[in-house]
């Protein structure tokens, strides 16, 4: 069955620093991958995709995620973390019928 | 010029109760979506709707009954709600195929009393 693990419920950076959430999956095929941002209150905007080409993909706000099929992962990264990047990120995969099998969530808090 | 919305955003409710939440979308897409999100932040696919028919159910109880009048709504109604519906429900919308993005609404807070 297909699914998605964020390893890390829980992540606190400063401010500046460098950032890497985890996401592995588990699908048969090749699969599109996702990663949302949910800010408290608010719906998921998409930061980024992959369903083919470049496993090296650029997002908005600065984030960029690397595929790797062999790790079978699809980690988020950005090089300095803003305050405003506190939020709720979200990795899912995209199976056949236009379905999102999403991650349990990563919460990233940062401070100053 | 709000891409997908959702009314209410907040609904508190006696338990017994039935409650419809709706969902409009102004993005011209084919398919939209129910979630819910639980207390602990799971997000999970309810519903799935291409062009009015449904395409996916996921084992959700019978009390709950999407209707989609048209490509641009699909509202949820759920009837005898219970302590456990409470969640936050969010609608979605996108082109078909599995790689293209879903544009998601600001969600609706449903507490069940």
């Known amino acids: 069955a297909q699914s998605v693990t964020q390893p890390d419920i829980h992540i606190t950076v400063s401010e500046g620093a460098s950032l890497e959430l985890r996401c592995n999956y588990s699908y048969g095929a090749t699969p599109y991958l996702f990663w949302y941002v949910q800010s408290p209150g608010q719906g998921l905007q998409l930061l980024l995709k992959y369903f083919s080409g470049d496993t090296l993909v650029q997002g908005i706000k600065g984030f960029e995620a690397e595929f790797k099929r062999s790790q079978s992962s699809f980690n988020l990264r950005k090089p300095s973390v803003h305050w405003s990047d506190a939020a709720e990120y979200f990795c899912a995969v995209g199976v056949n019928t236009d379905k999102l099998i999403f991650g349990t969530g990563t919460r990233l808090q940062v401070f100053p | 010029d709000t891409a997908v919305s959702q009314t209410p955003k907040y609904l508190v409710t006696q338990m017994g109760n039935d409650k419809s939440i709706k969902c409009e979308q102004n993005l011209g897409h084919d398919t939209m979506y129910w979630y819910k999100q639980d207390s602990k932040k799971f997000l999970k696919i309810m519903f799935s709707y291409n062009n009015k028919e449904l395409i996916i159910n996921e084992t959700v109880p019978n009390r709950f009954s999407p209707k989609s009048p048209d490509k641009a709504h699909l509202n949820l109604h759920i009837n005898s709600l219970e302590l456990g519906d409470s969640a936050v429900y969010f609608c979605?919308?996108?082109?078909?195929?599995?790689?293209?993005?879903?544009?998601f609404g600001p969600g609706t807070r449903l507490t069940v009393l």
């Open positions: 979605a919308s996108s082109s078909r195929g599995g790689n293209n993005e879903q544009f």
